[in-house]
């Protein structure tokens, strides 16, 4: 007879997802505020908001995000790019990494009081999205 070989509950599951995904965020945060950010760490910050963008497009009730990212943290992602283009350095002022810093803690409250299933349908077809552009390209 096969062994089966126990799995943590779902719940479990997600929670260690969760920490992966705040440590990267947090990460991400503390590279922009020693002045050592990245590509990556870039990439990080737009993942974040594109991915709030597309969630909160699902519903009127979540319509609060899409605002809240096209008001407060796409100037701060456009401002960053631009800074790159200029100096050939990613950084960001004080402001900013204040504004991203508030992006980190308000992406952890949003996704608290969404289903799992949500994030799941969203970061799948944010990749597919993704895949799309690469191809294109």
Known sequence: MKKIKPKAPAIVIRKIFENQMETREWAMV???????????????????????????????????????????????INSIRERFKRTDKIGCSGTELTKIRELVQFNDDFWKRQCGELYSVVLIEYNKRLEAIRNKN
């Open 30 to 76: 503390l590279a922009f505020q020693r002045g050592v950010a990245n590509a990556d760490h870039y990439y990080v910050l737009v993942d974040i908001a594109n991915i709030l963008m597309m969630a909160g497009a699902t519903d009127d009730k979540r319509k609060y995000a899409v605002d809240y990212i096209q008001h407060e943290i796409y100037p701060v």
